[in-house]
């Protein structure tokens, strides 16, 4: 990424920076306040030298945004019950001994002191696969290099604190370093550089560094073997240095803030920690603006568009008269009903069809461009990829390229999904929420045409990507609505239950804010969602001091299982939710309900687990669930909406939906990322998973179902826009309907009884109802109070709209 700078400031001389500088590593330490220890600190270039926060270390406000510094860590008593000794070890809660030569104790959560990390050591924990200090831009040699921070020194800082420290490792067995110190008595900094055995020291002048927000910046010239401090943008001192970069080291590491064994640490808060390849500054210079692009000056905050307002919210009175207009209305529910008799709601699943890929794609998201291409993107040999297709049936894998077939994000980057966004500007148009494979962190990436992503420098979400996050636009609330997998729920039996979070954001960029969680709080969700809290405590000593732990309970509970509803130890994989596309008030989900055979309930269930039989760890089934607000759900677990089973000779055992919907005409088409395998499945040679496209009727997950014997309805109260009424309806060939309209007195309007409605036999989505007196024109009502009366018979109604011609 190349960082460009004002080109006023050079026409008037006040600046001499090198315009075509290669930024070759980028830290803003804009992640959240409160952010826990192990989580990422991003680094904002393609060098992926992302940083792990230590318990030596806190965010606090910055130059811009926020800022790193170092801090005491907090009392640690942890709790952690049951966890193998081999897993006491891996996450950072035992030690494993002391490697013989050496006298660095491994490091733990106990012995954890740094305050930003990455490195090749301490192979004994679970961890990112961080890059090699001595193989990246921050190990320093004889070429042309600047360094460049802002600094905050505190009021009382003393002695020698470190800003950075890059090593060959093995930490504290050996003096093989780079290292740059502020030494606080002597006002001036220290870069010490053991390869070459030499040092400078470079003071700031007479400029006192103590609370005040300065920016310092360290530009090297090799050929002269000179180093040279600007401070705010003037030369303050200047020294000659010989460099040479440190040899590669197995256990390299680059620390901030401490130095390789976490002590020195330094006395102030540092913002925005660049590395360049070349002498950024030669002359005077004005300070640099913010280099992150959401802190830049000028940036614009995206209106949201907004829909009309929600009719069936929560607290609404069902007094009111419905302001219907000319809404499509899904009969998902009984909202729309005052009364109802021998009717009944019933859920529909979809059709299985033929099968549209023969290989895998993990978790997907479908999505229909602006020209009507049909474009699934999943998880590709790497990173994330797409398929596409004209009729939703043939697809293919466009060669983008790039050298890299049909990728269009490349990894570490795997599993999220894609939307478009109706409020983001042309060049963010399509967005996607994806989270790193192994690094974790959730980032937002955007586009202009969903071929070429850039991902945001700053993570939006720390945590660990367990499962696919969602993410949608809800214009009747104005809110970008993300689902997200905790793994805090526990079963009777002390094992793992998945539930989801939900987070809900008016602007995507930037790293999002969340509640930290704390004891009191988790003790206080035991009283009706049973979490770990008395298994592991913090939740975020899950995966070790050098990988994020997964969501907890930061954010408010979407979704998760019943325990007075499912079955025992049945967990929630993933919700699928989306605001329904094509009528207002309207939210439906596809649970993934995982069936576990071990660990909980009796033998006769746990023994389907024993690997004699075969089989693994458990099924995992599609369920149904609709919503008026995207907020309370209502759940259809049977008909399945995916049933298991066989399907044209193809064994269904965990049919897992691609998240996302296209419509083609009356059918709404949906696919199925599905495996032959039960989960943890101990037969190694199952066939590999496949998409199926599934395709549902219009509106048609759930309809107000007449028996053959007959029933009707009679609605609330409502006011309407329109000069027809147009029903969603399959009556069968012995079926039928009837509507009649009714005033707010319940005395039928002449012209509009139901007696005189044509009798509707049909099946069909756009049905116009018609009166024998007064045609299929109702525009002398609209605006009226009225009520609709409904007689039907073997019929199921799945929605009604009045319309304007």
Known sequence: MKLRFSVMALIFGLSVRNAQAETTALWLFDEQEGLYPSCGLSEATSSELHLAL????????????????????????PIARGTSEEGRIRFGLDAPPVKPGRTVEPLTWANNRFAALFTSGD???????????????????????????????DSDARGQGVVFEVGSGPRGENDRVTRLSFVADDNAFLLENEPSKSSVALSVGKRKLREKWTHCAFVYSGAEERLTLFVDGHASDSGKLSMIALPRGEEAYFSVARDGVWERPLSGAIDELRFSDTNVYRKSFDPPESFSSFY?????????????PLLFSEGKSKSEIIELGSRRHLFLDGALIERKTNLSLVSHPARMEEIVLDHGIGWATVVEDEEGLIRIYGEGSEGVAVWTSRDGIYFEAPDLGRGKGNEVIPGPARRGSVFIDPNGPAEERWKALIGLHERGGWYLYTSPD????K???????????????????????????????????????????????????KDLHGSWPYEPMTREKSLAMMDHHPVQVNKLDPWWLDNGPLAPPGFGIEF?????????????????????????????DAYVAFPLLFFHFHGDGPKARQTLFEERRGLGSGLVETQLAVSRDGLNWNRHPRPTYIPIGDHEGYPVRRPYIVYGMVRRG??????????????????????PAVVHRLTQRLDGFVSLQAPYTGGEFQSRLLRFDGDSLELNIDTGATGFAQVGIVDESGLSIPGYGID?????????????????????DVSSLAGRPVRLVVRMRGSDLYALQFKKI
């Open 450 to 453: 969903g071929w070429n992503f």
């Open 756 to 776: 005189e409605c044509v009798y509707i036999n049909t099946n069909a989505v756009d049905h116009v109802v018609e009166w024998l007196g007064s045609g299929t």
């Open 123 to 153: 192979g004994h924990l679970r961890r990112r696969p961080f890059t090699n200090a001595t193989d990246s831009p921050v190990n320093l040699g004889a070429s042309d290099w600047t360094v460049e921070f802002w600094f905050k020194p």
């Open 296 to 308: 830049a000056k000028g940036r614009k905050v995206p209106g949201l568009k907004a829909g009309l």
């Open 455 to 505: 991902r945001e420098e700053t993570a939006a979400l720390p945590f660990w990507p367990g499962s696919a996050s969602t993410i949608f636009y809800d214009d009747q609330r104005q809110v970008y609505v993300g689902h997200h997998r905790s793994d805090y729920g526990i079963t009777p039996a002390g094992n793992t239950e998945r539930f989801f979070v939900r987070t809900e954001m």
């Open 54 to 77: 230590g318990r030596g270390g806190k965010l606090v406000p910055g130059r811009f945004g926020r800022a790193l510094r170092a801090s005491e860590p907090e009392p640690l008593s």
């Open 556 to 584: 408010p509970i979407a979704m998760g299982a019943d325990p007075e509803f499912d079955p025992l130890a049945t967990d929630l994989y993933n919700t699928r939710a989306i605001k329904y596309p094509w009528a207002d």
């Open 666 to 687: 009356a059918r709404i088409f949906q696919y199925s990322y599905t495996r032959s395998s039960y989960h943890d499945s101990w037969d190694k040679n199952a066939r």
